[in-house]
């Protein structure tokens, strides 16, 4: 088979990503015939092998271009292109969002993950007993569709694209426009209360069982000195957040089930059904969090260490693409 001089090229460079053994099957696998099985000349079986191998190596220059792509540069049917695609195992993964991290996070991330395993080793069953908080925004009209983002390979990637803020827009579950003042207001009146008659404590009825831990992210209304104050008189050496009892790390990895299973389980059903308006969209929110099933957060909560395990083999770095 003859190759052009851009051909030859690029042909040397899948030889070093793939190895020689696939490179020769692949090509083997396209040469010429000299007469079709319907009676056509050799040069029209020609021109339609040549047309595989351009496809192939094209996504071999940029593997995120789309089959809409492909089709025109190569004349082809899109259904053609993703007929071949198929047969050669090539799969379009989409991108995974997550934080951009900084250089301290990665010690810190590990840190979190030691201290935390170590409180499992003395308590088996610790993580039943961590009472866990977050937010979300949830947006009127869905959220941004990575259907369009895609990178074509025959193994997983694991392809990130990092986000540098978080822009909430319309409804934020948990407070909405909340303040060190408004948080504590919201400890005071609403979640101790709750807390204390779901957990009561025979020694300080006025506070929840002892063995309950307080789970709260680093947001500058949970960092108020009065709020931490608080936290330390309601769960005495029992919260983990800023500058809690242990160290909620910034930026942190998807460990609670909050982030893993709560937030995508809920957006996933309520963006199904577009939301005409904002109160709509918060009756849906929670409903689908009253209908969340038991068994799903149990496993979800049990599954927590060995979340802990994946943060660490990853040396503090983001391991939920690599959980797919």
Not at 25 to 46: C, D, E, L, V
Not at 249 to 266: A, E, I, Q, S
Request: proline share 6%; net charge negative.
């Amino acid at each position: 088979m003859v190759l052009s001089h851009r051909n030859r090229d690029i042909a040397s460079m899948w030889s070093q990503m793939r190895s020689q053994a696939e490179v020769y099957a692949f090509i083997m696998r396209n040469i010429p015939k000299t007469k079709s099985r319907k009676g056509q000349t050799g040069r029209a079986r020609a021109l339609i092998e040549e047309k595989k191998l351009d496809v192939a190596l094209e996504l071999l220059e940029n593997s995120h271009t789309s089959t809409v792509s492909l089709a025109r540069n190569h004349d082809a049917p899109r259904t053609t292109i993703r007929r071949f695609l198929k047969q050669e195992k090539y799969h379009p993964y989409k991108v995974y969002l997550v934080q951009e991290l900084l250089e301290d996070d990665y010690d810190r991330r590990l840190q979190f993950c030691e201290e935390i395993m170590r409180r499992f080793d003395d308590n088996n069953g610790f993580q039943r007993d961590i009472l866990f908080s977050d937010d979300a925004t949830f947006y009127l009209k869905g959220v941004d569709n990575r259907h369009n983002y895609r990178f074509w390979s025959q193994e997983n990637p694991h392809w990130t694209c990092e986000s540098h803020t978080q822009h909430p827009q319309k409804v934020n579950v948990w407070a909405e426009n909340l303040t060190a003042v408004h948080y504590l207001d919201f400890l005071t009146f609403d979640l101790i209360p709750a807390l204390v008659m779901i957990f009561p404590n025979e020694i300080d009825p006025d506070i929840p069982n002892e063995r309950i831990w307080f789970h709260q992210d680093g947001a500058p209304p949970h960092f108020g000195i009065d709020v931490r104050i608080y936290l330390n008189e309601m769960f005495p050496n029992h919260w983990i957040g800023r500058r809690g009892t242990v160290k909620w790390p910034p930026r942190p990895p998807y460990l609670t089930l909050l982030d893993y299973l709560l937030w995508g389980y809920v957006k996933e059903i309520v963006y199904q059904d577009k939301s005409d308006n904002i109160e709509n969209l918060k009756s849906q929110i929670r409903a689908e969090i009253y209908n969340l099933p038991a068994e799903d957060i149990w496993n979800a909560v049990d599954s927590f260490y060995y979340r802990l395990g994946e943060c660490q083999i990853v040396n503090g770095g983001h391991f939920q693409p690599f959980r797919h």
